[in-house]
Structure formats: structure tokens, C-alpha cells
């Protein structure tokens, strides 16, 4: 089933827990504006669903049937998250498929001992440590046929959300009055 339309621009941004993944995501709606829809994994996941990630798991679905309706509806979509290829590959290689508009997918990839530098600096490190920040940690868990855009540890907060506006023509358009 097509969703979307030519104009609306799907973005796929992946990686592992404390990539940056977030940030990168607030600096691209922010800089956007109005009409792009964040659909964050965690958010649908743990605070929606108050579910585990696994294999085959609810919010898998929701990730995809949020981003579809918001398609529908004319929005650009950012969807954000760890989503580890082998339980979201299948859901979001049929999102791209389905898509009538350009769909761009990036990878930050942060070495171990940078995620979880990064990690400690967040509020809620003291719940999460690095026993488990390694047992989720996948090395390059790209999605098949070179979907996506790797963007290295080096890439600063602002590089990453210029390069992402610019490569998707994000940059070029106009807030959507919606």
C-alpha cells in the first residue's frame, strides 16, 4: 500500500543507545519547523507500550503505523531509534518500498567507549550501566543494501543536522502549514 506523497520526505535515523540519535532528531525538526512528525522508538515503546524491544514486539507495528498515517497526512517523517536490523529491517525496508517520496536512511556510528561517555552524561545514567549499555551495543548494525548513510563519531551535533537537512532537500523547503 502507497503512503505519502511525492513531496514528503521520509527520514530513517539509526544507531546505538547514545549516538546522538535524539539530539540529531531535535536538531532537524527544530531547524525544520513545523510539519515534520518525530516518531521516536522510545517513546512508543517504553512510554506508549511500556514494552520490551523483542523479536516481533507491538511497537514494531506502531513504528510503522504512525509513520504511514503521518505520511498520509502529509507530514515529513523522521523515524528515530535504535531499531536493530534484524527485529526492524523487514517493517522499515517496507516502508521505504511503500513510500511515493524520497526516503534517506543514516546510521550514527559511535564507537563503545564513546556511547558511553555520552551515556554518563545523560540524567538518567544512574539507572542504566555499562553492563547494559554493552549487551545492546551492535557494531555497525547497518540494514541491508546500503540503505544508509554512515555518519561517523566525528561528525559534530551541527554537521550532522546540516548534512541531514541539505541530502533530504529538507534545507530547501518550506514549514508546512499544518
Given at each position: 500500500m502507497r503512503v505519502g506523497t511525492e513531496q514528503t520526505r521520509l527520514v530513517v535515523l539509526r544507531g546505538n543507545s547514545a549516538s546522538g540519535k535524539s539530539s540529531v532528531a531535535a536538531g532537524v525538526r527544530d531547524r525544520f519547523g513545523r510539519g515534520l512528525?518525530?516518531?521516536?522508538?522510545?517513546?512508543?515503546?517504553?512510554?506508549v507500550l511500556r514494552e520490551r524491544d523483542l523479536p516481533g514486539a507491538a511497537n514494531i507495528g506502531l513504528i510503522d503505523?504512525?509513520?504511514?498515517y503521518a505520511l498520509d497526512a502529509g507530514y515529513h517523517v523522521l523515524v528515530e531509534g535504535i531499531l536493530?536490523?534484524?527485529?526492524?529491517g523487514d517493517m522499515l525496508a517496507r516502508l521505504r518500498v511503500d513510500h511515493r517520496g524520497p526516503t534517506h536512511g543514516y546510521y550514527l556510528d559511535v564507537p563503545f567507549d564513546e556511547t558511553l561517555a555520552r551515556h554518563a552524561t545523560k540524567s538518567f545514567a544512574g539507572h542504566v550501566g555499562e553492563a547494559?549499555?554493552?549487551?545492546?551495543?551492535?557494531?555497525?548494525d547497518l540494514l541491508p543494501g546500503g540503505v544508509e548513510t554512515v555518519i561517523g563519531a566525528d561528525s559534530s551535533l551541527t554537521e550532522t543536522v546540516d548534512h541531514?537537512?541539505?541530502?533530504t532537500g529538507l534545507a530547501g523547503l518550506p514549514p508546512l502549514d499544518i
Open positions: 512528525a518525530l516518531v521516536e522508538q522510545d517513546h512508543l515503546r517504553r512510554i503505523t504512525v509513520a504511514r536493530y536490523a534484524d527485529r526492524y547494559d549499555l554493552r549487551d545492546w551495543y551492535r557494531r555497525r541531514i537537512m541539505r541530502d
